[in-house]
């Protein structure tokens, strides 16, 4: 074998040593592209849970409020929400009978009372007198019907108390259902308030005006 230049045996040995590192790079490239593509870090991010409870609610506000009507407030809004919607309560307004921390619930109706009248107790005789006396001027006596047709639109809780068959609770939605329809315009619009049955009607048909 003849002896090579040295110059030639360094240019073989150079181009040796550059299809060895080109050689090395296409394995490394065929490498990486065959590992699966890594996975993006996933960074944590707190977002607020979604309000529970939403929506709105509707409820018909009626009684000893300013301003009666049916009212659209937030869910989770409570009776007291409801009555200063309404324009807040009327002076004789007996709110110790109502809870004002109750949640309001879709479609109900929220009924102010009237605060009864304070009465002072009287000694018999004094109490067959005023009797007799009411008797003599016409007025109606506790107990019986009143002497007189009982105007729907004018009548006080206490008249409409003492009509037969009608206590205080039906006395009260009488006068919410007034407030809320602004007043009767016939005596058999009675017959439409909760609690007033065709029995009832009939014995409060003649005893009644508008």
Not at 83 to 97: E, F, H, K, T, Y
Request: aromatic share 2%.
């Amino acid at each position: 074998m003849p002896d090579l230049p040295r110059s030639h045996l360094l240019a073989y040995a150079l181009a040796a040593v550059i299809v060895l590192a080109l050689g090395t790079r296409e394995v490394l490239h065929a490498r990486a592209a065959d590992a699966p593509p890594a996975k993006p870090v996933a960074i944590g991010v707190e977002r607020d849970a979604p309000p529970e409870g939403g929506g709105r609610v509707v409820v018909h506000v009626a009684g000893a409020v300013r301003r009666p009507g049916v009212y659209e407030l937030s869910r989770g809004a409570r009776v007291d929400d409801a009555v200063q919607r309404a324009g807040g309560a009327r002076p004789r307004a007996d709110l110790s009978q109502l809870n004002l921390a109750a949640e309001l619930e879709d479609g109900r109706q929220v009924l102010v009372p009237l605060r009864a009248p304070a009465t002072a107790g009287g000694t018999g005789a004094a109490s067959g007198a005023a009797v007799a006396g009411a008797a003599v001027a016409g007025a109606s006596v506790p107990g019986g019907p009143p002497a007189a047709p009982v105007n729907l639109n004018s009548a006080t809780l206490e008249q409409l108390d003492a009509l037969p068959g009608v206590g205080p609770a039906t006395a009260q939605k009488i006068l919410g259902y007034r407030d809320a329809n602004n007043g009767f315009s016939d005596v058999e619009e009675l017959g439409q308030v909760p609690g007033i049955g065709d029995v009832r009607m009939a014995a409060l048909r003649e005893l009644v005006t508008v």
